[in-house]
């Protein structure tokens, strides 16, 4: 998730909502742990569940990209409506 907020504060100012986008990812670079909250839902429910390996209550196959993926994808749906 910070990894994404990092692109997103050094994309180019002419990318469509960029002031709202570079807004959004320094409140999450300034507060990860509330941001992983708040974003939790909206990625668990981007998660294939099909190709999701569950041991015990941990997700074997979820990789780190995968993860950085839904985050990039999602990441429009929390800016501020105008």
Sequence with gaps: MTLTAENVASESSATARHAQRAALASQILNNPAAAAI???????????????????????DTTDAALATIVSSIFNDYLAQP
Excluded at 40 to 59: R, Y
């Design 38 to 60: 708040n974003w939790a839902p909206g990625v668990v429910s981007q998660l294939s569940l099909a190709t999701t390996n569950m041991v015990g209550t941990t997700d074997v």
